[in-house]
């Protein structure tokens, strides 16, 4: 185990997970907190040895992701632990929105009604029992803004320290809910990019080589959490997959989590093995991915982001070229959207289906919405976008259009003025 942990842990448990796998070389390593390949830096991610594995037994579990807890690597006793039961968000019917675009059958995932509101509930949830099962006291991460709150508050509810770094010029609502729930927020004067390289640094030293960073030396176990979205779409369906499917993209890890969610409910018999496309979503001011699908290039070159679309805006992604890869597989792409046009979806989906997105939904909707009128999704099949996080927390991006249509005195005759002006 290359890092230390701040206990030994009397029993580590994690459940149907068997080791580490390279995703490069396969090599692979016992279960620890560590996250590279030792023979060639490619990232590690947890390979499982799963027991039978029934859509009745799912069923029978509560409605948060621990009902998938058979399928991730978390002890058979997580049940029982303090955390945020994130998950078992709806899925949305999105009939009006549909017609708007021409589609004959649209679903909103709709992960704005997680604990912290947005989807990093889920991942944070996963990363948590690694760090009980490795001892480490204190929990830390680079954020573009929403980990940073779901990492603070599963802190708070477990009884760890926090310690949370973030890009300082965030929106002030992801700042406020990154320090609200205590422990240690620090703003730093640089992009995420710059963040994260500072967190793999703090890493090697001694006021950091005890912590459980979430997405850096927990990685591995984290990503597992964006599997449940795979899981819970296709049970929401029916036990389907969808036929296609639009995914944000920062790091681009949920993408790739949500392919490996899919694969392995075909795998186990719990859908029936069908094709689907997966379309991969950026701003247009951080869309290293989206710039080398068009290029149709291998290699992201990474880019300075300038967007309204800050939790997405990740200018080095470590999983961009799975993300390329996935998209070209599957026979789906990766596209983006203006600022302009990230606003405009986020107000068609508001007065659509009383969905209020953050800019992220805004890139996923918008970018939905630019592939339809391009004719590079089925109009007849059915497709689900990802809304995944709440537009509570992005209220700048729309503000200066959303504001009441008028203010009057308190009477009747000044409401009628104003209606017929
Ligand atoms: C973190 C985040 C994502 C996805 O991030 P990846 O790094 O690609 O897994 C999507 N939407 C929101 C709102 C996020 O905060
Ligand atoms: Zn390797």
Redesign the pocket.
């Known amino acids: 185990m290359a890092l230390g942990t701040a206990d030994q842990p009397t029993t580590v448990d994690f459940g149907p997970a068997a080791a580490l796998s390279c995703r490069e070389c396969g090599t692979r390593y016992d279960l620890g907190p560590s996250f590279a390949c030792i023979e060639c830096f490619g990232p590690l991610e947890i390979a499982y040895e799963f027991g039978p594995v029934s859509r009745e037994q799912i069923a029978a579990g509560p409605t948060n992701i621990w009902r998938y807890r058979s399928l991730l690597p978390v002890p058979a006793d997580v049940l029982s632990t303090p955390n945020m039961a994130p998950g078992w968000t709806r899925l949305v019917r999105a009939d009006r929105l549909a017609r708007e675009l021409g589609l004959r059958s649209l679903h909103v995932k709709d ?1 704005s009604g997680n604990p912290t509101h ?3 509930d889920r ?1 944070v949830a996963i990363a948590v029992q690694a760090a009980r099962n490795f001892g480490f006291h204190t929990l830390s991460c680079s954020s ?4 940073a709150g779901a990492v603070t508050a599963a802190a708070a509810r477990a009884g760890l320290d926090a310690c949370v770094f973030i890009p300082a010029d965030l929106e002030e609502a992801k700042i406020v809910m990154a320090s609200v729930y205590g422990g240690r927020l620090v703003g730093i004067q640089g992009t995420y990019d710059e963040v994260n390289r500072f967190c793999s640094e703090l890493i090697g030293d001694p006021m950091g080589d005890k912590w459980g960073f979430v ?1 850096v030396n927990l990685r591995p176990y984290y ?1 597992e959490g ?1 599997k449940t979205l795979a899981y819970e779409i296709a049970e929401q369906l029916g036990w389907r997959l969808p036929d296609q499917i639009v ?11 949500i392919d490996k969610g899919f694969g392995e409910l075909i795998k186990l018999g719990l859908v029936e093995d069908k094709p689907y496309k997966i379309f991969g979503a950026q701003a247009a001011g951080c869309s290293p991915v989206s710039t080398a699908y068009r290029a149709d290039r291998d290699v992201i070159q990474p880019v300075k982001p300038d967007t309204i679309a800050k ?2 805006a ?1 200018g080095n ?3 961009g070229p799975y ?1 390329l890869d996935i998209a070209r597989r599957t026979g789906g792409a990766v596209e983006d959207v203006t600022d302009a046009e990230i606003v405009d979806a986020i107000r068609l989906l508001a007065s659509t289906e009383g969905i209020f997105a ?4 805004g890139v996923t909707v918008g970018v939905l919405r630019k592939l339809v009128a391009e004719g590079r999704l089925a109009p007849d099949a059915e497709t689900v976008v ?1 809304n ?2 709440d537009g509570l ?1 992005t209220l700048d991006a729309v503000s200066a259009q959303a504001r009441p249509s008028a203010i009057i005195r308190p009477s009747l005759d000044a409401f009628r003025d104003a209606v017929s002006g």
């Open positions: 992960d947005s989807f990093k991942v573009t803004g929403n980990l997405n990503a964006s995914i944000p993209v920062a790091s681009g890890s949920q993408l790739t989590k939790s997405l990740i992604p470590a999983d993300v953050e800019t992220a939904g990802l995944t996080g927390k």
